[in-house]
Structures are given as structure tokens and as C-alpha cells.
């Protein structure tokens, strides 16, 4: 008999019962590797490298899952996503993937995410020479019973200057002018014309977008991009001229922030970019910062829901509520 056909025709090892007839959260594959496709709103397309990881429920009178369809399901929608003739955004192909994969595993929830670097051609502030920044995707989906919820986000980097150590400075500089000489409203021109040093960090700000199902909005990568870029005291650019070099390092000093300052900032920009977005769509925001005169580094974040987050800047009161990104993409229970 031939050893492939005997395989073939064999028990179904994965439905049969386990020894302990548990259920278990999530079962799946990791570190998928592919090559994508992926519109923008531009109608421009790219290919870009990308890592999935597909996962479903399993109930408890299931051994196993049946692995192999997982990767069944990613080739064939990545291989429609690139010889067909539509393509699809990442949350988009995340969601067709995360409703086939519940739908071959008779599960009753099943989770995709999807994580691809994308270049973009960004022009000098100066200069005006242009190099390729490269942005990390994300797509995100969940599938149930009760519909698909899906995100979208991304990562950038920037640049920080500390406004505590830039205050010492400011303040020893001030002692330094004065017993020169130098009048207070010559101090206060000075410090308004010379932005004053402080130490740096390059920061990496994430901003995630989360719709809920039903929920249909134009939800793009690039203008996530600019939100997140804005949020920190200055841009950053792979090439640069002098000019460009001094235009970024004085942007940055006179626009010093906290690593908390970039996280509500963030969420600042992302509040009036998506003002028409209803309450039930989620918002997190991220920001870790490369310290420079420390060995560790700095982060700041903030989830929610979108009236979470508009309900606490109305009232200006703290409210404790802040709905998790597992607790959204999981839904109402």
C-alpha cells in the first residue's frame, strides 16, 4: 500500500477526545512568513514582507486543531490577494483570513494578525531629498459568532528632547546670563530666539485603530502615520543635508516633550482626525522612548473606547474605565 494514501485514509487524530477534555483559549501557528499585497486609498500598490499568526478556540472535546489548514487558508488568500484582481488592505486580508480559518476549524472564535514593513518616500524639511522611511503595518481581526472585529495600526519613529533636563538648563543658563549682566527682558529674548540643549531620545509611537462589527470607516495607514510623527517633538529622515540636520535638532528643542506628552498627543490628533467615528470604536495609543543618558528605556499608553476617551476630556475627571485592546477585540460577553 502506498504510505501516502494509508496517511491519507487514517484516523482524524485532532477530532478524537483528549485525556482532559478542557477547552483551550488559543490554539494556532506563529511567525507565518508571506509576501503581500497590500492598496492604499492612493490606489497604489506594493509588496511588502509580512508575519502572521493565525489562532482559534478549542473546545474540549477536540484533541487537536488541524494545523496544516491554517497555512491552507493563508496561501489561498495570499495567492488571491496577489494573482487576483483586487487586493486588500491589512485588516481587510486579516479579516478574510480570521473568517475562513473559524469557518475550516469549526471554531467558534478565530484571531489573525498580520505585521508587514512598508517603505515610504519622505522628503528633507530643507533640502528637500528624498529617502525611503521604512513603517512597520499591522492588520488585526477577530471572527465569531457575533461578526468580525478588525484593527489597524502602525509604528513610527522620532525624535524627544526631555523638558525636565531642558527646565535645569534653562534655569543654570538664566543664573549664568544675569550675573553677566544680561536684564530680565533680555534673558526671556534670548531663551525665545536659542532653543535651549537637553539630552534626546529616538522614540517609537503605535496607534491602533479598532472597529467594531458593523462599523464601516476609511481608516488609513498614512494618515495614522502622521498622527503618530506629529506626536513627538520632531520627525526623523534616513538622509539629510546640514540644513535639514539643524532645521530637525531646533524643532525638536523647541518642542520638548515627555513620553507622556506623545502618547496624548496621539491621541489628541487621532480624536479630531476621526471626530465622525462613533463611541464603540477603539483607540490605543503607545510611545517608548531610547533613553540616551539612562540604560533603560521609557513608555506611556492609553486604551479605550473612543466615549471612554471623550467622556474623560469633557468632564476633565479620572475614569478608571479603560477598555483593553484583548477586551475589545474579544467583545461583549
Known amino acids: 500500500m502506498n504510505p501516502s494514501s494509508s496517511a491519507l485514509s487514517g484516523?482524524?487524530?485532532?477530532?478524537?477526545?483528549?485525556?482532559?477534555?478542557?477547552?483551550?483559549?488559543?490554539?494556532?501557528?506563529?511567525?507565518?512568513?508571506?509576501?503581500?499585497?497590500?492598496?492604499?486609498?492612493h490606489g497604489d500598490?506594493?509588496?511588502?514582507?509580512?508575519?502572521?499568526?493565525?489562532?482559534?478556540?478549542?473546545?474540549?472535546?477536540q484533541k487537536g486543531a488541524h494545523m496544516s489548514r491554517f497555512e491552507e487558508v493563508v496561501n489561498d488568500a495570499i495567492g488571491e490577494v496577489i494573482l487576483g484582481e483586487s487586493a486588500f488592505r491589512a485588516e481587510s486580508l486579516a479579516e478574510r483570513i480570521a473568517e475562513i480559518v473559524r469557518e475550516r476549524q469549526d471554531a467558534q472564535r478565530a484571531e489573525v494578525t498580520i505585521e508587514a514593513r512598508y517603505p515610504e518616500h519622505k522628503p528633507a524639511p530643507v533640502s528637500g531629498?528624498?529617502?525611503?522611511?521604512?513603517?512597520?503595518?499591522?492588520?488585526?481581526?477577530?471572527?465569531?459568532?457575533?461578526?468580525?472585529?478588525?484593527?489597524v495600526g502602525?509604528?513610527?519613529?522620532?525624535m524627544t528632547a526631555c523638558p525636565?533636563?531642558?527646565?535645569?538648563?534653562?534655569?543654570?543658563?538664566?543664573?549664568?546670563?544675569?550675573?553677566?549682566?544680561?536684564?530680565?527682558?533680555?534673558?526671556?529674548?534670548?531663551?525665545?530666539?536659542?532653543?535651549?540643549?537637553t539630552?534626546?531620545?529616538?522614540?517609537?509611537?503605535?496607534?491602533?485603530?479598532?472597529?467594531?462589527?458593523?462599523?464601516?470607516?476609511?481608516?488609513?495607514?498614512?494618515?495614522?502615520?502622521?498622527?503618530?510623527?506629529?506626536?513627538?517633538?520632531?520627525?526623523?529622515?534616513?538622509?539629510?543635508?546640514?540644513?535639514?540636520?539643524?532645521?530637525?535638532?531646533?524643532k525638536a528643542h523647541s518642542r520638548p516633550r515627555f513620553v507622556e506628552d506623545c502618547v496624548r498627543e496621539a491621541l489628541r490628533g487621532a480624536l479630531a482626525r476621526y471626530a465622525d467615528l462613533p463611541g464603540e470604536v477603539f483607540l490605543s495609543a503607545?510611545?517608548?522612548?531610547?533613553?540616551?543618558?539612562?540604560?533603560?528605556?521609557?513608555?506611556?499608553?492609553?486604551?479605550?473606547?473612543?466615549?471612554?476617551?471623550?467622556?474623560?476630556?469633557?468632564?476633565?475627571?479620572h475614569l478608571p474605565r479603560h477598555t483593553t485592546m484583548r477586551e475589545f477585540l474579544d467583545g461583549p460577553r
Request: aromatic fraction near 4%.
Open 199 to 250: 539630552h534626546n531620545q529616538r522614540g517609537l509611537g503605535t496607534l491602533h485603530i479598532g472597529l467594531p462589527e458593523g462599523v464601516e470607516a476609511n481608516v488609513d495607514a498614512t494618515d495614522l502615520v502622521a498622527i503618530v510623527e506629529e506626536s513627538m517633538s520632531s520627525e526623523i529622515y534616513e538622509l539629510m543635508k546640514r540644513s535639514d540636520e539643524g532645521t530637525v535638532v531646533e
Open 129 to 151: 531629498i528624498t529617502s525611503q522611511e521604512i513603517y512597520t503595518l499591522y492588520g488585526v481581526a477577530v471572527a465569531s459568532a457575533a461578526g468580525t472585529r478588525r484593527m
Open 45 to 61: 500598490e506594493q509588496l511588502f514582507y509580512a508575519t502572521l499568526n493565525c489562532f482559534v478556540d478549542l473546545g474540549p472535546q
Open 154 to 158: 502602525v509604528t513610527a519613529h522620532g
Open 164 to 197: 525636565c533636563a531642558q527646565g535645569v538648563l534653562q534655569g543654570r543658563a538664566h543664573e549664568r546670563l544675569a550675573a553677566d549682566g544680561f536684564t530680565e527682558d533680555q534673558i526671556e529674548r534670548i531663551f525665545e530666539s536659542v532653543p535651549v540643549a
Open 11 to 41: 484516523p482524524d487524530v485532532q477530532a478524537s477526545l483528549p485525556g482532559l477534555q478542557v477547552s483551550l483559549s488559543r490554539v494556532g501557528v506563529t511567525g507565518v512568513e508571506k509576501v503581500i499585497r497590500i492598496r492604499d486609498d
Open 286 to 317: 503607545r510611545q517608548e522612548n531610547l533613553e540616551t543618558i539612562h540604560q533603560h528605556n521609557v513608555v506611556a499608553e492609553r486604551t479605550g473606547l473612543l466615549s471612554e476617551l471623550r467622556e474623560e476630556l469633557e468632564s476633565g475627571a
